[in-house]
């Protein structure tokens, strides 16, 4: 099976999106939308924590669950990692 790519397509013409919406008869609300991570060279909070994390070669949860509100906790200046 070879994964289909969406490009150019918004978040609520999605498969998934769609799929929930003709189950509940509603789409997601505005704000259940969360913020994409700044860029690199923004030099926010979000970037200092990942450089961080890469020069001490740690790994978070958010990672590798590919949490989608990444951007969220990690502009707090908050990363979990598991020992």
């Known amino acids: 099976v070879i994964p289909r ?7 609520d013409q999605m498969p998934a999106a769609e ?24 030099g926010s909070k979000y970037t200092k924590l990942k450089e961080g994390l890469r020069d001490l070669n740690l790994h978070t949860v958010c990672e ?12 707090g200046g908050t990363g979990t990692i598991m020992l």
């Open 19 to 42: 799929k929930e919406r003709l189950r509940s008869g509603r789409a997601r609300p505005d704000w259940f939308r969360v913020p994409a991570p700044p860029p690199k060279e923004s």
């Open 64 to 75: 590798e669950a590919q949490c989608p509100n990444i951007g969220e906790c990690w502009s």
């Open 5 to 11: 790519v969406m490009n150019k397509v918004k978040g």
